[in-house]
């Protein structure tokens, strides 16, 4: 049996434009429900008058962005606004609600690095690539100048290799790969940077790093019956095998239509 | 025997109002009545036609003269027409054939709908032009039936008279019994009450009954039209009468209309007289309409309740999450206006792609479900789909149930999708 959550709220004719997200929002339920997917962009840029008067004067809920004015004049703190607004909309449950800001609060204990990682991380998360890399070379750039530890560097140069790999970048994807492993001794970065070889179908970069590092052969043999396989199992291959000359070439477009739609996304 | 318009402290519930005017109209395709209530009075009085008589009825007549922009109306305009050569005169304007007909006056064309905005416009504002009220009052106007054309007619005329829904309403004449009858002494209908209204040659029997069983207490109206009626012959009507009161505990009779003029009724008050109070009159549906618009444009709250043929039959209901509290938003109200009803909601689906609908009779404790299933809905994640739900009712026992995808903003885009289905009344 289905449920149903009353909308309360009007929607806007012109959004809010949650630029963390990339994202132009019409309601208060759809606000929320990029808050709960994108815990760790909700920071002190969206929590602001802007978004009070958009509240107001879009939304047509006046009482709520007054109650929102009074938190930022009085705590100024993200987890006390976001709290209210959750609240306010109902859109999620009491147990999600009180997660979300639970987390907020943690993150209010963070330092800087470790927040803006975070965010990076749940860029890459939400395929904003672009936004991602650029993050994390934000928080490169910190090295020397921040207190930041191989571990927690490595890391960074391990999410870095998988937002290049999304993109297709493999060369760059294995740089950054070796780099975490340099760094951290990780065997999955380094398995990593053996995939983006693989992908690439650079069997001798392949190999290459498979010697320099001393990579066990089953581990190799593992690689490259799992790429072999998800090739395998790839629906995209139907495509190509259909019979029917037109309905096959019609296919190919709208494939090339769709992947071309998902990177242009991925780069936003 | 009585007459129903004299002045009558009411122990029953009447609301007072400072500072409020309400008008209630009788009007059939003859003439009008108006009755009027402000805050200075006691119960709903009614204009007549010549100071300090007791002739309420305004002839349903209009004329105008070339050069004057100024229409005349009732008396006024009959004694205009037997005295003027050159004027337009006009007096069928409200029958259902010459709502959408033309007719020339002069140099320009009216059609009888326009017609019936001018009258209404000239008798709603009587008692204030006699009286000196000054504000906007309240309109309700009762008449022999309603349907889809009439109403939309009449809401259409209070639009453009300046009045919304709120404001301006019609009802039938059973309507205005009802809410005459609640406006009356409970002694007056503790038991059954008839109404007999009389014309040249019709017998209309309106008899109201209610169950005490519910609370609020539902009234009930049967209604019964005699074809063949004679004015003037008592003895048959006395047996009508008896044949209609067998069997039957009536308090109260109320006679109406111009069939009952010329005290030809003696046998038969005689027999009505005996355990019964009887009044005679003529403007009974005229302040019942007053009433009605006391009551109604006010919204109060009343002990009793009816359900006419215009009103909705069942509460239409659906159950939502709010502010993470389950509780049932009602669509549409049994006893609403099925013509005015409408509503329209937002909500955001979880949980699978149905819709349950409540339905409920008002005297029923138990509802019934009716799932709706949104066939071909694009699978999205959990509440990420909003729907726009709007209920319509097309009778007083079916609603028209329109839902539409509205997506969920730039995340999800719209389908464009809709689902209709019509919902009938539970068994």
Redesign the interface.
Known sequence: MGELILCTSLLAKVPYFWENVSENVYSLEELVYLIKKNVFLVDKTMISEELCTWIEMEIGDKLLADELRQDLKKNNRVSSFVNILLDRVGYLSASENDNIVKLLIELETKSELEVEKLKADQLLKSDKILRSIKNYYKLLSYTGKRQMDDRFIGNIWHNLGSAYARLFQFNEAIDCFLKAYSLTANLNSLKMSLYAAFCEKNEKKFYEIAEEYDVDTVILSEIKKNVEDFYLNDSSDLVFTEKNSKKKEENVKNLILELKKEYKKLCS | MEIFNTRKIEDNNILTVENEYYIGIDLNSEYAMVSYYCSDLDTPETVSTTYGSDVYQIPLILAKNRNDTNWLYGEEAIKYIEREEEIFAVKDFFRIENMDKTYECFDEIYEGKDLLQIFLCKIINLPSKIFGLNQKPKVVISMKKIDRYIYEIFENIGFKLGYDNNTFKIIDYKESFYYYMINQSIQLFQNNVMLFFASRDTLEVYKLSKSNKTKPIIVDIDYKKVEQFTPGEDKEFCEFLKEQMSGQNVTSVYLVGNGFDGNWLLESIQFLCKGRRVFIGKNLFSKGACYTAMLKCKNSDINYVYFGENDFKFNLS???????QMEF?TLISAGENYYEAKST????????????FWKQLPECREAKIE?ITLKDLPIRED??T?IKIVATPISNDSVDVYVED?G????YKSSNKSWHYIMKMPA
């Open positions: 659906i159950k939502v999450q709010n502010r993470n938003l909601c937002e909500v955001i689906l979880s949980k699978g792609n149905t819709v349950d799932a509440k990420a909003r509205m969920f903003g730039d995340i």
